[in-house]
């Protein structure tokens, strides 16, 4: 059965003049224009596709692929404004743009702006639209997280105390400015591991890698710099964070965590002129 929204693959029924005509279940047959047809597709094959409704509210199939399906976030450039309803177009990389309604934008915007949404289904048009109004269409159940997990995270706005991140397309965590070794640009799509749940439901999130392999990584940095600078660095936990981001690309927190541990390993000192290799000898 075709899925509105999503990439289905379905059987190709028969060949017209406007192209193929795919099985789709309880929706009937679904057009799939030439335009759009690959090389090799004929009656009896499958085709990958993408359905959605075109402006005369039929359902239609494209092998173009969408920068997100149903449930998936995204950043999109607003294209066009439509003054009669309020709402904004906005390219997700098909022949029909999307639309963002007025009422689920969380702000004015214009041609040229990015904005960052999840592709919904509308409930009252059965149609495609965005929403901007993250905070009401994100999962409220308790997140199924735990520490350490591997997940997408999408930037999603900058806060005072770190940026705010969107986790699987479907939560809403937080990174803190002193765990992040450089400026984040909204609607970025980062690497990042969960740092605890905490007992409200909020998320702490982590870049990178996460715990010990981020810590040792970074220790392995600091010893490959100390190594090529003579078995000295004028840095150490009195160093500004700026100092530390512009010589490791490491965040302060980071930094004295990683320093911490190869103290710890008798692999380096700490001194008031910066941190010392120790020689072999003495380890």
């Known amino acids: ?38 090389a090799g597709a004929v009656p009896g094959g499958k085709l990958e596709v993408f359905v959605y409704r075109d402006s005369e509210d039929r359902l239609v199939a494209t092998t173009e692929k969408p ?24 390219d997700w990389g098909l022949g029909k743009d999307l639309l963002l309604p ?10 040229g702006d990015w904005v960052v949404v999840q592709v919904v289904l509308d409930e009252k048009t059965d149609r495609l639209i965005a929403s901007a109004r993250l905070s009401r269409r994100l ?21 005072p105390l770190g940026y705010n991140l969107i986790i699987n397309h479907a939560h809403r965590g937080l990174v ?7 400026p984040l640009k909204v609607g970025a799509v980062v690497e990042g591991y969960v740092r605890q749940v905490r007992p409200d439901g909020k998320i702490d999130l982590a870049l990178g890698r996460a715990g010990y392999r981020r810590v040792a ?3 392995e ?24 981001r512009d ?13 911490g541990a190869l103290y710890r390993d008798r692999q380096i000192r700490i001194e008031a002129d910066g941190i010392h290799l120790v020689p072999p000898s003495e380890q």
């Open 1 to 38: 059965m075709a899925q509105l929204g999503k990439r289905n693959l379905l059987p190709i029924v028969r060949a017209a003049q406007p192209g193929l005509y795919l099985d789709g279940g309880p929706h009937g047959e679904i057009l799939l224009p030439a335009k759009y047809i690959p």
């Open 67 to 90: 920068y997100a399906t149903v449930g998936e976030c995204a950043c999109l450039r607003v294209v066009g404004v439509n003054p009669r309803i309020g709402g904004v177009f906005l």
């Open 102 to 111: 007025a009422r689920e934008q969380d702000g004015p915007l214009n041609p």
């Open 139 to 159: 999962d409220q159940t308790p997140p199924p997280y735990h520490e350490g997990e591997s997940v997408h995270l999408l930037v999603a706005s900058k806060s």
């Open 176 to 182: 803190y400015n002193n765990d992040i070794p450089r």
């Open 217 to 219: 990584s970074a220790a």
């Open 221 to 244: 940095q600091i010893m490959e710099k100390l190594k090529a600078a003579d078995g000295r660095l004028p840095y150490h936990d009195g160093s500004l964070p700026e100092e530390i």
């Open 247 to 259: 010589a490791f690309g490491l965040s302060k927190k980071a930094f004295k965590q990683a320093i």
